[in-house]
């Protein structure tokens, strides 16, 4: 689940991700996650980072700093012991989004416009990997929810590559993008 606050330029953003059904087989997984920030130029630019992740047994805290200039300062515990990822260059850092931050992003699909609907990349850093979440343009269709909330028109994306900066490991999937808005 998924729920953000705009007030003005300043964004607050909540989600929660859980495995279910037969994933729950292999691992019990949550992720709550928040982020703040304000949005300039039509991006989100976070400013605090908070997860609380259970997988199995173990749980662990982190926050993740976003300065205006500089790159983002981690504080988790219990704390990381992966050398590789601890030793990934500051740049790589720069001027990414949390997770949460990414999902204001599509979900408000900021940097789409008529002529690249849903075309956006995103660099990504969950305090542990950076890396680059993709949508891309794949249709307009007519959708009517069951409940009735939403009829009308819609555009569906998908998400070529989640491409690691610092792995490789890449996924595919199609995703809905947003309502499509009459030009």
């Known amino acids: 689940s998924m729920s953000v606050r705009l007030d003005g330029d300043a964004y ?4 929660t991700l859980q495995t279910s059904g037969v994933a729950n087989a292999f691992t019990r997984t949550k992720i ?3 982020s ?4 300039a130029d039509g991006t989100p630019r976070p400013t605090l980072y908070f997860a609380n ?6 749980n662990q805290q982190v926050t993740v700093k976003f ?3 500089g790159p983002p300062t981690i504080f988790a515990e219990p ?18 989004l949390d997770p949460v931050s990414a999902l204001v992003s599509f979900a408000t699909s900021y940097e789409a416009d008529q002529k690249k609907p849903c075309g956006i990349t995103l660099p990504v850093f969950d305090a542990q990997r950076r890396y680059d979440v993709g949508l891309s343009f794949v249709k307009n ?14 555009r569906f994306a998908k998400s070529p590559t989640r491409r690691s ?19």
Do not use: F, V
């Open 53 to 58: 992740s259970q997988h199995g047994e173990n």
């Open 165 to 183: 900066r610092d792995a490789s490991r890449a996924s595919r999937r199609t995703e809905s993008c947003r309502p499509s808005i009459p030009g």
């Open 67 to 69: 300065p205006q200039n």
């Open 141 to 154: 269709s007519d959708i009517r929810m069951d409940n009735g909330l939403y009829a009308g028109a819609w």
């Open 12 to 15: 607050k953003a909540l989600s």
């Open 32 to 34: 709550d996650g928040s």
């Open 79 to 96: 704390a990381y012991t992966n050398p590789q990822r601890m030793a990934m260059k500051d740049e790589l850092k720069l001027h990414s």
């Open 36 to 39: 703040s920030g304000t949005i």
